[in-house]
């Protein structure tokens, strides 16, 4: 869908949507009265747009750490002939969220989650034996800064400004320390898949669990105060959004400037998500910020304004050159036990009868 296909209510919509998808009983009557419109309006150009895959998806937004979940950042190696293949094997995956190939000797870069009970590290090794990969490096989080993508349609907005962060370790680390009961992972399942885009979408979610709407949003708004639910919200293929540049921004700091920095950091509108990494001898980048632009000009000036607050001096500006995959996990099905046993990392289910 070319951009200029977007008008200036599809632009507030999608800032609207990017933001905080309603949670209620006419969440699209809620959202037409923001913007002016009906509520048909606001369906059919909400339809429109994910048709057109400007939106790539309506849903809830968990944190894959506190629903019990491993989760890391991965950097492989391989030579440039065997790229192809080693990210078409990555891709199988269903733990596999993010796949992209970067500018960098580190070329090709995921996120990898597996199951509760799952192990993380048999799985990376698992998956290193059958890409083919050179050099495999987990770059696991060690503190969260800042996740969370909401990019500016309307063009209005200083891309150097700062913001506090919607979510963060201080969230993350309070679910940790909430279990899921029964009626969460319900609740998680419900809400999880994109939404139907009808007058109550919500009624059929959660029908599909057996729950009553009210009871949905009680449990909903209880997985958000406990830090599990991070939003309900749009995510937009970023290019067909308009916005062509995706920077990985990497840092070395010294550890002990390392929590300072990265809020610091964090603070900037412009960036997605901020973490702090490990470091090994090949990689001494401890700092993460992501960065979307709608060209890489945008990109480089937030990085510069970076650079300038913070006083950092040894950075590198890693570019996504092609995007092998990009979706979200779904938690609390079969898929990735069935993965994990058809490659001997789990009983199957004969096995373990």
Known sequence: MPIREIDAVDQELLNQVQADFPVDHAP???????????????????????????????????????????????????APDQLERGAAIINEHPGVSHNYRRNHEFNLWFTLATPPGGDIDATLQKLHEL????????????????????????????????????????????????????????????????????????????????????????GMADLQRRGHLRRVAAILHHRRAGYAANAMAVWAVPEE?????????????????????????????NLFSMIHGRKVGDCEKVVEAIQQATGIEDYAVLYST????????????????????????????AAAS
């Open 28 to 78: 699209f009557a809620r959202l037409a009265e923001r913007l002016g419109v009906t509520e048909a309006e606001a369906i059919e150009r909400t339809r429109r747009l994910r048709e057109r895959r400007v939106i790539r998806q309506v849903s809830a937004i968990f944190d894959t750490r506190s629903l019990g979940y491993q989760s890391t950042l991965v950097a492989m190696r391989f």
């Open 131 to 218: 890409s083919g990969a050179v050099v495999t490096r987990k770059l696991q989080t060690l503190k969260l800064f800042k996740i969370g993508v909401k990019l500016d349609m309307t063009g209005t907005k200083d891309v150097t400004r700062q913001e506090d962060p919607d979510y963060t370790g201080i969230q993350r680390d309070m679910a940790l320390a909430s279990p899921l009961s029964e009626l969460d992972v319900r609740v998680i399942r419900a809400v999880q898949d994109d939404l139907p885009l009808v007058p109550h979408p919500f009624e059929e979610c959660a029908r599909s669990q057996g729950l009553s709407e009210p009871q949905l949003f009680d």
């Open 257 to 285: 400037r390392a929590e300072e920095l990265g809020r610091q950091m964090a603070d900037f509108a412009s960036v997605s998500h901020c973490y702090q990494r490990p470091v090994y001898p090949d990689w001494r980048f």
């Open 322 to 349: 092609k995007e092998y995959k990009k979706t979200r996990v779904r938690y609390f099905t079969r898929e990735l036990e069935e993965w994990e046993a058809a490659h001997g990392l789990r009983p199957t289910a």
